[in-house]
């Protein structure tokens, strides 16, 4: 899928080279962290268990990783595959990012997961914007490290 100014890719955890995954993890820091105000181990054991989709700045004047999500693998977390850190530079929010990430993560799932539902763990804001891909609740609103979530799966 094509954004203006962004250049993506998918990376399993054997060919994040060590600039990549810092930038993951800054990034995941910045907003996740320090903006969310959110204390809990984001560096959880489960990144080495999923595909990473990385969106770099082609804009030679902000550049870097703009955008990040990773897609666990089945069985690592939850018996299906997961979309989890779903995360977009603050600076580069409502540009569209999200949208064309999470729909990568869908058509990534569907053409390496075939017939397998996806799920994720949706801050429970974000309810409405999941459910136009497709996903639907699973289960009540639940507090995660604060913040109100709702699990939501999207089937094939």
């Given amino acids: 899928m094509n954004t203006p100014g962004v250049v993506w890719q998918w990376h399993d955890w054997q060919s994040l080279d060590r600039d990549a995954l810092y ?35 082609t804009d030679p004047q902000q550049p870097g990783l703009v955008a990040c999500l990773r897609l666990l693998f089945p069985g690592s977390k939850h018996a299906e595959p997961a979309i989890g850190r779903v995360v977009v530079h603050p600076d580069w929010r409502a540009q569209g990012l999200g949208k064309h990430m999470l729909q990568q993560a ?24 999941y459910a136009a891909f497709g996903f639907v609740a699973i289960s009540a609103e639940y507090d995660e490290d604060g913040i109100p979530h709702i699990d939501m799966q999207r089937e094939r």
């Fill in 23 to 57: 930038a993951l993890l800054e990034l995941r820091q910045k907003v996740f962290i320090l903006e969310q105000s959110c204390l809990y181990p984001d560096i959880d054991q489960l990144d080495p268990e999923a595909w990473h989709l990385l969106g770099w700045s």
């Fill in 106 to 129: 869908v058509d990534f799932g569907r053409q390496h997961l075939p017939n397998t539902p996806l799920r994720l763990s949706a801050q429970t804001h974000l309810q409405d914007f």
